[in-house]
T-cell receptor
Framework: DAGVIQSPRHEVTEMGQEVTLRCKPI?????LFWYRQTMMRGLELLIY????????DSGMPEDRFSAKMPNASFSTLKIQPSEPRDSAVYFC???????????FGPGTRLTVT | DAKTTQPTSMDCAEGRAANLPCNHS???????VYWYRQIHSQGPQYIIH???NNETNEMASLIITEDRKSSTLILPHATLRDTAVYYC?????????????FGTGTLLAVQP
């Protein structure tokens, strides 16, 4: 099994640009999670999907952030427009069910200058 | 907010057992204790979880006190590759409570 796949692994962009992060969950998993990690705030959940439906988006910082899951094998996290304070490592995780253990991808390191 | 308290850091000699404590005095009856770890520059990795009984798998053992207010993760023979931040998390199962709330964890440094 390839595990959770995220792309790109690194992204450097200028303030104001649109950024799209991608995630392919483990095949057969029906729950998907997006997390953000910074030195100041640690690891925090942004949004959680179950069967492609957003269940909890209370962690999405503001309207500049949006996430979609058009099918069971793909999800995107979009930031538009990006700001320097969005610089962080963004992790995607999936689990067999919402209650089971989560498997994390390698993360996308985003730098907004 | 995280519902657990862990030491900020610990050291362990290579080949010895690493015992990582966690306090969760406000744990509810339906909440499980989960342990994850994060090796530098990698995503968090699931280790083990339990509700009441002690649990063991190929990676570690989890000892939960009878009152469930604290637990200990045991790595029986620590290696240098076990150097990581270890997170103790309590969570219920179901609906919006499926989220993992990470605290600051314990940085375990395994010394040669």
């Amino acid at each position: 099994d390839a595990g959770v796949i995220q792309s790109p692994r690194h992204e450097v962009t200028e303030m104001g640009q649109e950024v799209t992060l991608r995630c392919k969950p483990i095949s057969g998993h029906n729950s998907l999670f997006w997390y953000r990690q910074t030195m100041m705030r640690g690891l925090e959940l942004l949004i959680y999907f179950n069967n492609n439906v957003p269940i909890d988006d209370s962690g999405m910082p503001e309207d500049r952030f949006s996430a979609k899951m058009p099918n069971a094998s793909f999800s995107t996290l979009k930031i538009q427009p990006s700001e320097p304070r969005d610089s962080a490592v963004y992790f995607c995780a999936s689990s067999l069910t919402g209650a089971s253990e989560q498997y994390f991808g390698p993360g996308t390191r985003l730098t907004v200058t | 907010d995280a519902k657990t308290t862990q030491p900020t850091s610990m050291d362990c000699a290579e080949g010895r057992a690493a015992n990582l404590p966690c306090n969760h005095s406000t744990i509810s009856g339906n909440e499980y204790v989960y342990w994850y770890r994060q090796i530098h520059s990698q995503g968090p990795q699931y280790i083990i979880h339990g509700l009441k009984n002690n649990e063991t798998n190929e990676m570690a053992s989890l000892i939960i006190t009878e009152d469930r207010k604290s637990s200990t993760l045991i790595l029986p023979h620590a290696t240098l590759r076990d150097t990581a931040v270890y997170y103790c998390i309590v969570r219920a199962h179901g609906g919006a409570t499926n989220k993992l709330i990470f605290g600051t964890g314990t940085l375990l440094a395994v010394q040669p």
